[in-house]
């Protein structure tokens, strides 16, 4: 199926644009404030799709939202689980800063699943397979990332439009039928420029989605369908983390995961998705915050601001 993808025109747009910025100064990224809202999302609990936890998670995002005075929209639509609540109403938010131009290549796209998974499926032990997890890192070290990257935009309104996509219903996915997982990016790409959906596939330079960023002994290469699919994007991004320095972040072939970034990249758009995928309590009862660190989600946030900050 990914053979059909659709040619990335937009790239060009990207790389040819002018800086937006010039001479501005960079903003600070803060790995402790986004650890921080790392433990409080764990702390209301497992946001399953449809659950308290979950609804109580977009309410925090779109509250935060409007107090900063950036644009906010939900996304909202009736759907089937695969497990966990069934039907249920999935919330994509969309956080909007910067310049509301919408014209071709004049958006950046970062993105994250709000939710966690249902079930503990890979836990080693069998007891506690039909729990829920934390999802400290997968999920909520994404969503750190991009809450304090909220703060950071209202404050220093960058001179390029940002759009911050939090996705629902990346997790609740039956094993080994991939179209059961990322449920809300498949919507959210499928009804671009609807009228409950803001965002216009030509607006936008690049995608970046960041799932499981947050593992303390960080190790991300550059994932299969992002290379395979969005090359010279993917290769952009990695080149500014070597740049940088951050030692988290390897320009080496990484394995292809089907994540929040490859229904964007069936529409054409350039996306890529930085993803630790060794993490040994993938889906356990051990993905806790003591499982991670604020200095990788410090090392994600430095890429994000250089990115947004000297495009």
């Given at each position: 199926m990914y053979s059909k993808f659709k040619s990335v025109v937009l790239l060009a747009i990207f790389f040819t644009l002018p800086s937006l910025v010039g001479a501005a100064q960079i903003p600070d990224f803060s790995g402790q404030e986004a650890m921080e809202f790392l433990v409080t999302q764990c702390e209301l609990g497992p946001r399953i799709p449809g659950s308290e936890a979950n609804l109580a998670l977009r309410n925090l995002i779109v509250s935060k939202a409007?107090?900063?005075?950036?644009?906010?929209?939900?996304?909202?639509?009736?759907?089937?689980?695969?497990?966990?609540?069934?039907?249920?109403?999935?919330?994509?938010?969309?956080?909007?800063?910067?310049?509301?131009?919408?014209?071709?290549?004049?958006?950046?796209?970062?993105?994250?699943?709000?939710?966690?998974?249902?079930?503990?499926?890979?836990?080693?032990?069998?007891?506690?397979?039909?729990?829920?997890?934390?999802?400290?890192?997968?999920?909520?070290?994404?969503?750190?990332?991009?809450?304090?990257?909220?703060?950071?935009?209202?404050?220093?309104?960058?001179?390029m439009g940002v759009d911050l996509l939090f996705f629902d219903?990346?997790?609740?996915?039956?094993?080994?039928?991939?179209?059961?997982?990322?449920?809300?990016?498949?919507?959210?790409?499928?009804?671009m420029g609807d009228f409950d959906n803001p965002l216009e596939a030509a607006s936008?330079?690049?995608?970046?989605?960041?799932?499981?960023?947050?593992?303390?002994?960080?190790?991300?290469?550059?994932?299969?369908?992002?290379?395979?699919?969005?090359?010279?994007?993917?290769?952009?991004?990695?080149?500014?983390?070597?740049?940088?320095?951050?030692?988290?972040?390897?320009?080496?072939?990484?394995?292809?995961?089907?994540?929040?970034h490859v229904p964007f990249l069936q529409q054409g758009i350039p996306a890529v998705d930085l993803i630790d995928f060794d993490y040994s309590v993938w889906h356990t009862q051990g993905d806790v915050p003591s499982a991670c660190s604020p200095a990788s989600l410090q090392q994600v946030g430095d890429l994000l601001i250089d990115v947004i900050y000297r495009p």
């Open positions: 409007r107090k900063l005075k950036l644009s906010v929209t939900v996304h909202a639509f009736q759907t089937e689980m695969p497990m966990g609540n069934s039907p249920v109403e999935l919330g994509n938010i969309i956080v909007s800063a910067g310049e509301r131009d919408f014209s071709p290549g004049t958006r950046f796209w970062l993105g994250a699943h709000y939710d966690t998974r249902p079930i503990s499926d890979r836990d080693p032990d069998p007891g506690n397979h039909s729990k829920s997890i934390d999802g400290a890192n997968d999920g909520a070290s994404g969503v750190a990332v991009l809450w304090h990257l909220m703060d950071i935009l209202a404050e220093n309104p960058p001179s219903g990346e997790d609740s996915g039956t094993s080994g039928q991939l179209n059961s997982f990322c449920i809300g990016s498949q919507k959210l790409a499928s009804t936008c330079r690049g995608l970046i989605v960041l799932d499981m960023i947050g593992d303390k002994d960080l190790f991300v290469p550059m994932e299969g369908y992002s290379l395979r699919n969005a090359p010279e994007f993917t290769r952009f991004i990695f080149q500014r983390a070597v740049n940088l320095g951050l030692p988290g972040f390897s320009m080496t072939p990484g394995r292809a995961v089907f994540d929040d």
